[in-house]
């Protein structure tokens, strides 16, 4: 069980990095819109995902 749970949070993470990372580049694109908390928000998603 704790197994699938990891996995569960892995990939939660994972997908919630690569969508604020996303959301940040078209923050640096759009002059209205700030990227730069997405980039740190998918920076510390992709941290926790990662280090076990």
Do not use: E, H, Y
């Given at each position: 069980?704790?197994?699938?749970l990891?996995?569960?949070?892995?990939?939660?993470?994972?997908?919630?990095?690569?969508?604020?990372?996303?959301?940040?580049?078209?923050?640096?694109?759009?002059?209205?819109?700030?990227?730069?908390?997405?980039?740190?928000?998918?920076?510390?998603?992709?941290?926790?995902?990662?280090?076990?």
């Open positions: 069980m704790d197994c699938v990891n996995a569960f949070r892995k990939a939660a993470l994972l997908t919630v990095g690569t969508i604020s990372f996303g959301i940040g580049v078209l923050g640096l694109i759009l002059p209205f819109f700030p990227g730069t908390p997405f980039l740190i928000l998918s920076a510390i998603c992709f941290k926790l995902a990662l280090v076990d």
